[in-house]
């Protein structure tokens, strides 16, 4: 039981700092060509369309760690300039869990240039449904306690995401709301005994921005990126300093990269002989290939710094499968978007 309570103390401690949100959490995949998992202007950007799934899991060796899986689709729909796309997804972590389904329209908006110039800015937005759990039957106390149920519990949700994009040839830039309608989460007040008693947080907004350019057009591009992002209610912020390359082969592409993820706000902890203070890093190497319509990736996430709960890292693999895609569409080198 004392591991365990551990457990959900680290679980929590990491979910805050990495900016906790209610929905999917934001993590690394975005950088497998997947950023319609981000971005609800995403979908549908190209003239065919994409399914992705993800499984990740974080500190192997502990038990009940945070795990998380998602499948989403997305595709334009026919000749028309709309995109529409779905995300499945649970994220558990400890004693909570939540699944949840994003259904997204998005809308894509040619900007000039012929036909084969990329300048183009997409809107978009998912509402959403979510299903939270809190599980209690293991928690005791000697001596009653109005903060506990003893049971598990799960409550339902609605919200929605909205985004913005903007390609033009190698450049883009992407912006979001997550979580823009409030929402009382319930779950942490129903059955209590003294709910009043128990904070109502109903702003889980989480704002995210991404800028990014590729440079070479021949065998070989190197993608520069950030990705920006901020909670409002808690003013947690951070940012992933992004670098991919990319080679052309034979049977279709390969590539590579590294983020760098840091928190602005940092953590005090306290040893045996001093105080401290630590911010959220990540370090994030990623590979992948695309072959044929086919497409795979591998990132392991270290969190660096003098204070960790485990040794072990955070992986995360990534499938995927591209369908009535177009060769080379535009006069550019922008994967997202062919």
Not at 89 to 117: E, M, P, W
Not at 182 to 194: A, E, I, P, T, V
Not at 255 to 260: D, I
């Amino acid at each position: 039981m004392k591991n365990r309570l551990l457990l959900l103390l680290a679980s929590l401690a990491f979910a805050f700092q990495s900016t906790a949100q209610e929905g999917i959490p934001v993590y690394f995949d975005y950088l497998s060509d997947n950023y319609y998992l981000v971005y609800p202007s995403m979908a549908g950007i190209s003239d065919g369309g994409k399914i992705r799934a993800t499984a990740r899991m974080q500190w192997f060796s502990v038990e009940d760690a945070p795990n998380l899986q998602t499948i989403n689709a997305n595709f334009r729909i026919g000749e028309s300039n709309s995109g529409v796309g779905a995300i499945i997804f649970n994220d558990a972590n400890g004693y909570h869990a939540q699944t949840g389904v994003k259904l997204t329209y998005a809308h894509h908006l040619k900007l000039g240039g012929d036909a084969r110039s990329l300048n183009q800015l997409s809107f978009g937005f998912s509402p959403t449904y979510l299903q939270s759990s809190l599980d209690e039957t293991e928690f005791r106390s000697a001596q009653p306690d109005n903060a506990l149920i003893g049971s598990k519990i799960s409550e339902g949700y609605f919200n929605m995401d909205l985004g913005f994009s903007y390609n033009l040839r190698e450049f883009y830039a992407h912006f979001a709301v997550n979580n823009l309608l409030s929402s009382k989460r319930n779950l942490y007040r129903f059955g209590r005994q003294d709910p009043a008693n128990v904070p109502v947080i109903d702003n889980l907004r989480r704002y995210l921005f991404s800028v990014g350019y590729i440079f070479g057009k021949q065998e070989w591009q190197l993608e520069p990126s950030i990705l920006f992002q901020m909670s409002e209610f808690t003013e947690e912020k951070s940012i992933d300093l992004n670098a991919k390359v990319y080679k052309d082969v034979d049977f279709g592409r390969i590539w590579g990269g590294l983020s760098y993820r840091r928190s602005f706000e940092g953590a005090q902890f306290a040893t045996s002989d001093s105080f401290g203070e630590q911010r959220l890093q990540l370090f994030t190497p990623i590979v992948g290939a695309n072959i044929g319509n086919f497409m795979v990736s591998y990132n392991y996430s270290y969190q660096s710094g003098s204070v960790v709960f485990d040794n072990g890292g955070f992986h995360q693999i990534t499938l995927g499968y591209d369908f009535g895609q177009k060769e080379r569409k535009y006069d550019c080198y922008c994967p997202a978007a062919q």
